[in-house]
């Protein structure tokens, strides 16, 4: 594989919402790693944001910040209908890349990108960042001890208003544009649920799902169910609602087990609860001031050969074709 000698130095494409403080600042904040440019289509609003951010360039054209010489990996945080495109861009002018949740519109289009970071033997990475956060890393520590015995089942709760507080802002509301972010609100959130899930529990060995319209607040479904068996018959419930009144909004996963359970958020509060005959403990995290800051140090280590991938894309996969299946 071919990893990067020295700095590792970053360009971003889709300088937005998302790049404001969850994932931008950090690149310039970790060991052996710099952010030289930002991208967006809008001009003004990438030189705002260099300017902001003190990067150095900043472009409105994707094309030439990818083949600018004095970057050697890209950051792809558009929406997911450009992943694919900007991916295989970025492979062809010889860059590794780390792209943004859901890595793609489907699993089809994940499919061309892991077959292109083989061709051209370039380290590619996707922003399941959350598995690197503490309060993530303490439930799978706790799973792989069987504090909670063997897993019997899990549930997914996520209802909330159409306009809710767990999704970022952005000048268009392209997660409700199917053809744009693939799905609704769901296909916003449910990369990291799913992702998790995968991460504790392995590939589904069975699985369904359906969604639909049923607030008509916008064209692109709003409440999803999705269900699966994992190895040792472990099962999940899944049920995501983007249409409620605010007396039904909750954001919570329970892990049950046959000697207690693992309740906490996905997004919201860091705190984990653990139940067992031993009594309920309670286990307080923070999360970095850039979220993503704990992965982006993964990934440049993994980018200079010093480190496994924290991510791939055959595990963003796993998660594409879980919610592939509700449509």
């Known amino acids: 594989m071919k990893f990067i000698h020295g700095d590792v130095n970053w360009g971003i494409i889709g300088a937005g919402d998302v790049c404001e403080k969850k994932s931008g600042p950090a690149f310039g904040k970790v060991d052996n790693s710099n952010l030289v440019a930002v991208m967006r289509r809008n001009a003004d609003k990438a030189k ?86 503490p309060l993530f890393n303490k439930i799978k520590n706790l799973l792989d001890a069987g504090s909670i015995g063997q897993v019997l089942f899990i549930t997914i709760q996520t209802f909330q208003t159409p306009q809710n507080d767990l999704v970022a802002d952005s000048d268009e509301n392209w997660r409700i544009v199917p053809t744009i972010s693939g799905g609704g609100i769901f296909h916003d959130l449910a990369p990291h649920q799913l992702d998790l899930m995968y991460w504790y529990f392995g590939i589904p060995v069975r699985m369904n799902g359906f969604s639909t319209n049923q607030g008509s607040n916008y064209d692109a479904p709003d409440l999803t169910r999705f269900e699966a068996f994992f190895e040792k018959n472990i099962y999940l419930n899944g049920f995501w609602s983007f249409a409620v009144h605010k007396s039904a909004d909750i954001e919570c996963c329970t892990i049950v087990g046959e000697k207690g359970k693992l309740s906490f958020s996905f997004f919201r509060s860091p705190v984990l609860e653990l139940n067992t005959d031993k009594g309920i403990e309670h286990f307080e995290f923070s999360f970095p001031e850039n979220i993503q800051q704990p992965m982006i140090d993964k990934v440049v280590r993994f980018f200079r050969g010093e480190g496994e991938n924290p991510c791939s894309l055959e595990d963003a996969l796993q998660s594409i074709k879980m919610m592939d299946c509700t449509l």
């Open 48 to 133: 705002e944001y260099a300017i902001r951010h003190n990067v150095p360039k900043f472009y409105d054209n994707a094309d030439k910040l990818i083949n600018d010489s004095e970057i050697n990996a890209i950051y792809i945080a558009t929406p997911p209908a450009y992943h694919e495109e900007y991916t295989l861009e970025a492979f062809k002018a010889g860059k590794p890349v780390y792209v943004e949740k859901p890595v793609a519109l489907n699993s089809k289009s994940c499919q061309h990108m892991i077959d292109a970071s083989i061709e051209y033997d370039l380290p590619a990475s996707a922003a399941h960042y959350r598995r690197e956060l």
